[in-house]
């Protein structure tokens, strides 16, 4: 691509990507959306070039998937080599050099003093799917325990630990036993109606009501929480809640999974979001960024608990393919050697201030937060009464879409806009990003 910022050929949607939507529309489910009316031809860094020779600023990320950025030459290098000596023999038939050497780096780079063990597997649900079955086969108890607002994949068990009803749990029961849930603290709209730091937390109070009225802590074999919220409308979990939750996990006998898979690899303005709160996990799932794309993830845990596992009960055919391994070793090279987590943080100080601008300026954002480069504001109907605005939302991301910008919608009110930029944007591009953010805005406010 020789484009370095926005760029324009046709109206959007182009007249070929009108084309390929016919044939997408005759020929894959509704069910499967997007979010963009276009369709990819080339990416390249913090851009994407569709069909139609238009080039957008991505803001989106591949939901979390491209930290690094679209394309590195380095991973785009090591893939082509693997691909030259072996694509697949599936690790639990003929193993292979790149599965154990990011294996070993994982658990290098994780959290944790202690001696760990990885396994690989393709997607964040599937992690997160293993992380509970080891759990359940270690602790020798059955109940999980997740929060109200997370997100944990699509999966029937992931949908079961997953909070938000639509679109990802609606109409799909039964779900499956033995999966809790908890409120989330999330204290912008806080149960309570506290304020935090003030509130000292009392949203953990729910929890050891949870023990008296629904499941006591002798049948819990682990609690999985991501340290931001993802999904849930990037709800940065208190640093004090994530130190306390460990404690109680600890009292009770409890395993805490770390769900890593869309704060992890330097999106926070840390390697792992865990490391804002010091909380090391007894396994951690990690997914996305990883592979730089291709599809990847990996299941980190205390030797103990993974090797209580017996030989054959876990495993699957593409996990930890040897393209992907060679791509996700590249990728945590650069992210080490460029220092992205030190980037992250400065992406995400330069964006939470410009948001924080819009947020004076423009009384339907009602809440502003983040961490790092995972960044998001809250779209409201009335500051005061804190009515989310779903409809404002979808505007302001069309429009931004319309204009050249990719940005995502989350939250459980379907009212959050979401940024994951990739680390490798331009001062440029971020500066041109945040101007069709802003325009976006404008629209809506003079409207």
Do not use: W
């Amino acid at each position: 691509m020789e484009e370095k910022s926005v760029s324009f050929k046709t109206t959007i949607p182009g007249p070929i990507s009108k084309n390929m939507e016919e044939l997408r529309v005759k020929n894959v489910p509704r069910g499967l959306s997007s979010l963009a009316p276009v369709y990819a031809a080339e990416a390249n860094g913090a851009l994407i070039k569709d069909v139609d020779g238009n080039v957008f600023i991505d803001f989106a990320g591949g939901i979390g998937t491209t930290n690094a950025g679209h394309c590195p030459p380095e991973v785009v290098e090591a893939i082509r080599e693997q691909v030259g000596k072996y694509i697949h023999t599936c690790f639990q038939v003929v193993p292979y050099e790149p599965y154990l050497l990011l294996a070993e780096r994982l658990n290098q780079i994780i959290p944790g003093d202690f001696s760990k063990k990885t396994m690989l597997v393709n997607s964040g649900a599937e992690a997160v799917e293993n992380a509970v079955k080891i759990a359940r086969r270690f602790t020798k108890k059955t109940g999980i325990i997740t929060l109200d607002c997370s997100f944990h994949g699509r999966t029937y068990l992931g949908m079961s630990l997953t909070g938000k009803v639509k679109p990802y749990r609606y109409q799909y029961g039964p779900f499956v036993p033995d999966t809790y849930k908890i409120p989330s603290p999330y204290c912008y709209r806080c149960l309570q109606g506290k304020e935090y730091p003030e509130c000292n937390l009392e949203c953990l109070g729910f929890l050891d009501r949870f023990f008296i009225t629904q499941a006591e802590p002798e049948k819990i074999a682990a609690i999985i929480i991501e340290p931001v919220e993802g999904e849930g409308g990037f709800i940065v979990t208190p640093p004090e809640y994530m130190q306390r939750l460990r404690e109680i996990c600890d009292q009770n006998n409890i395993l805490l999974i770390i769900d890593e898979i869309q704060t992890g690899f330097a999106r926070t303005g840390k390697f792992f979001a865990m490391e804002h709160s010091g909380v090391v996990p007894d396994i951690a799932t990690t997914a996305k960024s990883l592979g730089a794309g291709l599809p990847i993830s990996a299941v980190t845990g205390k030797a103990e608990i993974m090797d209580s596992v017996g030989p054959g009960e876990i495993g699957t055919t593409y996990g930890g393919n040897p393209v992907a391994c060679a791509a996700a070793l590249e990728v945590i090279k650069i992210m080490e050697k460029e220092n992205l987590p030190a980037k992250s943080e400065k992406i995400g100080n330069q964006i939470m201030s410009r948001l924080k601008e819009f947020e004076k300026k423009y009384t339907f954002i009602g809440d502003v937060r983040g961490l790092g480069a995972m960044v998001a504001f809250e779209v409201v109907k009335d500051r005061a009464t804190k009515e989310p605005d779903s409809g404002r939302t979808g505007r302001i991301i069309a429009n931004c879409i319309n204009s050249g910008l990719l940005v995502l919608k989350a939250g459980i009110y379907d009212n959050v806009v979401r940024m994951l930029v990739p680390l490798v944007v331009t001062e440029e591009q971020l500066a041109t990003g945040l101007g069709i953010l802003q325009a976006a805005l404008e629209k809506e406010a003079t409207s």
